[in-house]
């Protein structure tokens, strides 16, 4: 029967990663792979949660406070207006009201830009929707919009534009400068654009992360999405939202019931006292990420790392494999699980491109330091060791051929 699986489906293969990700878990690696936390979430949160389900909230449930907090939150954080009546959809986290937003606007052969490298759902929820995802690719190191490139990939089939910032894998918080020129592109050509937002709480030093939908003229036009899950290390509790004028963000709601119901009832229970922390709870969030992000760019600069670009944003380091090192991302991962016992993502999973350069495509490896000080420590030892160890390193640098 698998010949009857659908051509959408067919096109969903896993990824490099997925394989990786087994060949780790099978050698116990050190997992600086994936992008969730392995603390503790806020006690707080955690209490909320636990509360909810000791009285029993147990059934299908929409949480209109939720909606009320984010209200809040949108003119706080952005001075946007909007209804919590009618401006949200609450959903089971950011993936599904991205996958809930792109059915509500993409038809078949409605072409979606895309900054490349890019987080990996975004293009299947828009090929599911019969979309045809355009890359525009961020140019290294410091992955900058190029205007131009960015321009000449409208056509008149452009439906909408995808924006994540705080930017999945390379780190990267879009300026200001780089959010007018995707709104005005977006009003001249009269798109959507579909933000994803999740990392809006996780900035460092001076970068400040801005919603595209308070550019003027954007809000009618923007669908914000984003969730609990990696402001509260809860990426397992599925509660996220898209937030849109109001009939836009009916269509999605309509969607989402259709798709879920509802996100998980006692955990938008305990979304409501997230949502509502304190100051402090921010500022802390962002000091220990701070400390965790120096942490992993120290660790990778000892193990022989020049690393051009700092993370502005998010919870990852996209690190530019050395010159001198002749190994694919593929292959440098591999070697890093099988011999310092330490996983990895290596780049190409993000990029998508196959016009124009493609040279960088086999040169980055992405670490997520969201992980706990015994995660961070055990894995800077485990790479202190294999560097001091001439034996091991030369195979994991120099290996296989050079793709
Ligand atoms: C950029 C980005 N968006 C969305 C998600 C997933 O968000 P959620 O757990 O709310 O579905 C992730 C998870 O890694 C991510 O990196």
Not at 190 to 215: G, M, Q
Request: charged letters at 20%.
């Amino acid at each position: 029967m698998e010949a009857k699986l659908s051509e959408a489906t067919r096109r969903v293969a896993p990824s490099p990663i997925q394989q990786l990700s087994h060949l780790a878990e099978r050698v116990g690696a050190v997992n600086l792979a994936e992008g969730f936390p392995d603390f503790p979430a806020p006690a707080h949160v955690k209490a909320a949660a636990a509360a909810a389900i000791a009285a029993d909230l147990n059934q299908y449930r929409h949480v209109q406070g939720i909606c009320d907090v984010l209200a809040k939150a949108m003119k706080r954080d952005h001075g946007l207006d909007v209804d919590p009546l009618t401006d949200f959809a609450v959903c089971c986290g950011q993936s599904e009201a991205f996958a809930a937003a792109t059915f509500a606007v993409i038809d078949q052969g409605d072409e979606v830009l895309l900054f490349d490298p890019a987080f990996e759902t975004y293009q299947t929820c828009i090929e599911l929707a019969r979309g045809v995802p355009v890359y525009v690719p961020l140019d290294p190191p410091f992955w900058s919009l190029n205007e131009d490139k960015f321009l000449k990939s409208f056509t008149n089939r452009t439906k909408a534009v995808v924006l994540n910032s705080p930017h999945n894998p390379t780190g990267k918080v879009f300026t200001k400068e780089e959010l007018l020129i995707i709104a005005q592109a977006c009003q001249k050509m009269d798109c959507f654009a579909i933000t994803d937002e999740v990392y809006e709480y996780i900035t460092y030093d001076e970068n400040k992360h801005i919603s595209l939908a308070s550019l003027p003229g954007m809000q009618d036009r923007t669908i914000i999405t984003s969730s609990l899950s990696k402001s509260y290390s809860v990426t397992g509790w599925r509660v996220g939202w898209a937030c849109a004028p109001a009939n836009i963000a009916s269509a999605i709601r309509n969607i989402h019931v259709k798709l879920t119901d509802s996100a998980p009832a006692p955990f938008q229970e305990a979304a409501l006292v997230a949502l509502t922390s304190t100051p402090d709870f921010y500022s802390s969030l962002k000091k220990d990420y701070t400390v965790r992000r120096d942490f992993i760019l120290q660790m990778l600069t000892d193990f022989g790392f020049h690393i051009s670009f700092k993370p502005q944003g998010s919870i990852f380091v996209f690190a530019e494999l050395p010159t001198s090192w002749q190994i694919s991302d593929m292959d440098f991962v591999t070697n890093l699980i099988t011999n310092a016992g330490v996983a990895a993502v290596p780049g190409c999973g993000f990029f998508h491109t196959s016009t124009g350069d493609s040279s960088c495509h086999h040169r980055y490896v992405r670490f997520a330091f969201c992980k706990s000080n015994d995660t961070l420590n055990s894995a800077a030892h485990k790479m202190r060791k294999l560097a001091g160890s001439d034996a091991k390193m030369r195979p994991l640098l120099m290996d296989k051929q050079f793709r």
